[in-house]
């Protein structure tokens, strides 16, 4: 049959002649059965080559081989759906969990999560990063440690410095502040951080200083007095305050530091100089004036003889003041130098406040001041510088007689207590005030009188008196109440040799 269709198909195709290369494929019907013929013209003119194939058979070879490519397309999808899956399960999300610790570990303490059942790879990229976060960990807390030892370092060096510390920074606030400062101040120090300076009461002394160093933007250092009012604690202070400017080494300005000093004790050193020369030049003038002006008198020949033996007593008298003056400050500069050794030897230290008291008492008469003696017994012999110490009993009973009023008693004791040996004058004079009691043994401080007539001594006497019980090895000491009266003592080892 296929001979017949290939005839038939090749007599009754009609083609171009000039077509002798084109080949036709056709799907024709004969006798009841689909062909498919392939026509191949020839390079003969006229000549064709016909080749004829139920299409039974072709459409069922088709048909298998579809079915078989759709069948290979559909495993090969679940073969790419499983490749997939098992990288996706056992590569990519193992590996974004991995991502995930890596990010997360800071922000959450480095607190590494563990690798689990996975692959061997993975648990050893876990164990890798487990590995450097904890050696971080560790290095983050050593650096976190020191950081925190440096700043307890530094605020425990601003807490110990010997002089406040006030640090601002460029807008003005407080960012650093120890607590010296604050007390000098009367502040507390927890109310004064991250506060503006212009906000704080009591400190305004320094917004001057602070605003001239910013206008200017230098470095230079700013000096400034401060006085301070006593205020609650009842001291009033002389402060000196150093401001600066504090840039960093770019040149950026970053703060501006304050450091404040307590020259109280300076300040008050450089007044009793002052009043030194004061004190000393009124010292000597006086009874050198009193002197001078009485002999001149003297000299004349109208004057009588009363008068004459008048003027004597008086010079005797501004003689005997000058040369106490002159004695008291060379022995108390002795002694401060160390250049006066004592000469100690045993004696009776109630016989030689008896003998003190003899030379006291024709001034003691003058204003109707009677001495009572109270010695404890046995008598004391004791080791001691007659000199000195005699000179120390002097200096407190002539300032008893001083400053009591007349017809009083003064109070002369002795007696010994836990080792020692004390010495006691009291008085019922104009007596002291608490804040004068501190500094009453400085040298060349004298207690302020508001009354003129009152006896004004040079602030030699009870400096020497220190000094010299210190010599000693003993203590001086004073009690007084304003108005009430006084007692001035010192107290002596015993023990001493």
Not at 17 to 28: G, H, S
Not at 58 to 69: D, G, K, V
Not at 170 to 180: A, F, Q, S, T
């Amino acid at each position: 049959m296929e001979k017949q269709v290939e005839e038939f198909y090749l007599n009754s195709y009609r083609t171009n002649t000039n077509d002798t290369v084109t080949a036709v494929v056709e799907r024709v019907a004969f006798g009841g059965h689909d062909f498919f013929v392939l026509i191949q013209p020839l390079p003969i003119p006229g000549k064709k080559i016909a080749l004829v194939h139920p299409a039974a058979t072709i459409l069922t070879a088709f048909q298998t081989l579809r079915t078989s490519f759709l069948i290979g397309a559909f495993i090969a999808l679940i073969l790419l759906f499983l490749v997939n899956f098992y990288a996706n399960v056992r590569l990519f999300k193992p590996l974004q969990h991995l991502i995930k610790i890596a990010c997360d570990a800071p922000q959450e303490d480095f607190k590494i999560l563990s690798s689990g059942k996975k692959r061997s790879e993975i648990k050893c990229m876990l164990e890798i990063l487990n590995k450097s976060l904890t050696q971080f960990k560790a290095l983050n807390k050593i650096n976190i440690d020191k950081i925190i030892s440096e700043r307890k370092k530094l605020e425990h060096i601003i807490e110990q410095m010997v002089g406040g510390i006030l640090i601002i920074d460029p807008e003005n606030r407080i960012i650093i502040c120890n607590n010296l400062f604050a007390q000098w101040h009367n502040l507390d120090k927890r109310n004064l951080i991250n506060k503006k300076l212009s906000e704080i009461t009591g400190l305004n002394m320094y917004q001057d200083m602070i605003n001239n160093l910013i206008w200017e933007k230098s470095s230079e250092i700013k000096q400034q007095r401060i006085l301070l009012d006593s205020g609650k604690n009842g001291i009033n202070r002389t402060l000196e305050a150093n401001a600066t400017n504090i840039f960093t080494s770019g040149k950026t300005f970053i703060a501006t530091s304050i450091y404040v000093r307590d020259i109280t004790k300076e300040h008050e050193i450089d007044k009793l100089k002052s009043e030194l020369v004061s004190t000393v030049a009124h010292e000597l003038r006086s009874p050198i004036v009193s002197i001078i002006g009485f002999s001149e008198i003297l000299l004349e020949d109208t004057i009588k003889e009363n008068e004459h033996k008048e003027y004597l007593r008086i010079i005797q008298k501004e003689s005997s003041r000058l040369s106490a003056f002159i004695d008291n400050f060379l022995d108390l500069t002795r002694i401060e130098s160390g250049t006066m050794p004592l000469n100690k030897k045993e004696s009776d230290f109630n016989k030689t406040v008896k003998q003190v008291l003899n030379l006291y008492k024709s001034q003691a008469m003058q204003k109707s001041i009677r001495f009572k003696t109270y010695f404890e017994k046995p008598v004391f012999v004791h080791k001691y510088d007659t000199f000195l110490i005699e000179r120390v009993i002097g200096n407190y009973l002539s300032n008893a007689i001083k400053y009591s009023q007349p017809y009083t008693f003064i109070s002369v004791k002795t007696y010994s207590k836990e080792g020692h040996l004390y010495f006691e004058v009291i008085d019922n004079g104009i007596g002291i005030s608490e804040s004068d009691l501190e500094k009453i043994f400085d040298k060349f401080y004298r207690v302020p009188v508001k009354n003129d007539d009152m006896p004004k001594g040079s602030g030699l006497g009870l400096s020497f008196v220190k000094e010299a019980i210190a010599k000693h090895e003993g203590d001086v000491f004073v009690r007084s109440k304003l108005g009430e009266g006084s007692i001035f003592g010192f107290k002596l080892p015993l023990d001493i040799e």
